[in-house]
């Protein structure tokens, strides 16, 4: 078995693409076949070494794996489809003269008029098959009037297509309904995508082809060329798109789609492959969170759905905080420190013992990598900064009480249990309760009126800490 990602090197990768590739990864792992990573670069324009470098580093930080590729040669290269026009040219030669493709002259303004013509008639816009005979002299007049010709392929009226698609089931398609005879290489040389990934598909021997439905309206015209060539027809499954809340097809209105932005906001790359290849997939047990093991084991092209999947942004950030709480220590914590210095903190000039205690609690807390900045203030601002309503809360009578009984009592705590007794014996020496007893002691410590235990927190600012923080908001906020 022989699988393949293809992407375009256009942009960043995105989800959707993502997608494909990961569940080409996970049943490549399955069944230890070979994942082919091709690069379909033919759009000369828009792709770039920078977007396909990037694609790249996007694919390794998802872990996903692949036997051949530019950077690993099997033996079926070049696996850039820009270096591979030679090739091309040799079946496009071959088809023209087998008279299964053929030039065509027709300007564009000659084809806006069939286009407009059928518009008019309420016909579908289909090539005329005005250049399938033209004679030796009518193609040497084109070509001394400095016409470059397309080549075209020859489509047979009213041939069924059936496709054994192994997640769609039996596709039918009339070949009168594909658009009439359509072009595989274009005016300037260059082949189109319909015409040479079904060369490219045989040559790397690739014998199942995964991808998007959205690829489903190609496949007849793939599949007519590889009947003209000869070629055996890989096996198709065609995975639903995944859509948006609004049931449309995910785009950037949606929110992130880019795995790079995925990376720099905090996703675990864990976090995100278990989320993405549960689109369209339920484990047997109904379990969400799911080894990458457990995942291989129980996925297969014949249990994906048929129906669209919509991507829920919610439920990825509550999978990914799972990850992040449940990772190993020593991962995470490096993994955090990078989004901590990001928001602008010198993490060399803190006690590293402190810090690593600060950072595996405040990791309870996070959803995003890049949470970690704002959950770690409590720690690391020696002069809290505080809110409004918090500042008022300080200032009332409540908060004053606390305010000034609060470096008495802690000082005099034991050792062992300050951070336990703290709100309790603050309690004994004001008669305060609820939230006028909880909310001042937390901001007195804190500056926040809300936030993770009071006491786990007090424990990893130890006593010092505190009491700092105390002497701070009494003379920010000295009684009245």
Not at 407 to 424: C, G, I, K, R, W
Request: hydrophobic content about 35%; some cysteine.
């Amino acid at each position: 078995m022989r699988v393949r990602f293809a992407p375009s090197p256009t942009g960043f990768l995105h989800i959707g693409n993502a997608r494909t590739a990961i569940i080409n990864h996970l049943i490549a792992k399955k069944y230890n076949a070979d994942l082919i990573l091709r690069i379909e670069d033919t759009d000369m324009e828009r792709s770039t070494k920078e977007s396909e470098k990037s694609i790249l580093e996007d694919l390794k930080w998802l872990g996903i794996e692949w036997t051949e590729g530019p950077d690993k040669d099997g033996g079926c290269g070049p696996y850039r489809q820009s270096e591979r026009f030679d090739i091309y040219k040799k079946y496009s030669d071959r088809l023209v003269k087998e008279g299964k493709a053929y030039y065509c002259y027709c300007s564009a303004e000659e084809l806006d008029e069939m286009r407009a013509e059928a518009l008019e008639t309420g016909r579908t816009s289909t090539y005329n098959g005005k250049c399938r005979s033209l004679s030796a002299e009518e193609k040497q007049k084109f070509t001394d009037e400095g016409r470059k010709p397309t080549i075209r392929f020859r489509v047979e009226e009213n041939h069924e297509i059936k496709i054994r698609d192994l997640i769609k089931g039996e596709v039918i398609f009339n070949s009168d309904n594909i658009g009439g005879d359509f072009i595989i290489v274009r005016s300037d040389g260059v082949p189109v995508y319909n015409y040479i990934v079904v060369i490219d598909d045989l040559l790397m021997k690739i014998t199942h082809v995964i991808r998007g439905e959205d690829h489903l309206s190609n496949t007849p015209k793939q599949i007519l060329i590889a009947e003209a060539l000869g070629f055996e027809r890989p096996v198709y499954a065609h995975m639903a798109l995944v859509m948006g809340d609004d049931k449309k097809k995910l785009s950037k209105r949606h929110g992130i789609t880019s795995v790079a932005l995925y990376r720099s906001e905090g996703y675990l790359p864990e976090a995100l492959v278990n989320y993405i290849s549960m689109l369209g997939w339920a484990s047997e047990t109904g379990e969400e969170i799911l080894k990458i093991e457990d995942i291989i084991s129980q996925i297969d092209l014949d249990n994906l759905a048929k129906s669209a999947a919509v991507f829920d942004f919610k439920k990825l950030k509550w999978m990914n905080a799972n990850y992040i709480r449940s990772a190993d220590d020593e991962v995470i914590y490096r993994q955090l420190l990078p989004f901590l210095s990001a928001a602008g903190y010198d993490i060399s000039s803190y006690d590293e013992n402190f810090l690593r205690k600060a950072v595996l609690f405040s990791r309870n807390y996070c959803e995003l990598l890049s949470d970690i900045g704002q959950h770690m203030e409590i720690f690391l601002n020696d002069k809290p900064a505080v809110d409004g309503e918090t500042e008022e809360l300080l200032k009332s009578e409540a908060g004053q009480l606390i305010i000034n009984s609060a470096t008495e009592v802690l000082e005099n705590l034991p050792d062992d249990s300050y951070a336990d007794q703290f709100v309790d014996v603050i309690k004994e020496k004001t008669g305060l309760k609820g939230k006028n007893l909880f909310m001042p002691c937390r901001a007195v410590i804190t500056g926040r009126m809300h936030g993770p235990d009071l006491a786990d927190t007090m424990k990893i600012l130890g006593r010092g800490k505190c009491l700092e923080r105390i002497s701070y908001f009494k003379t920010r906020y000295p009684a009245g």
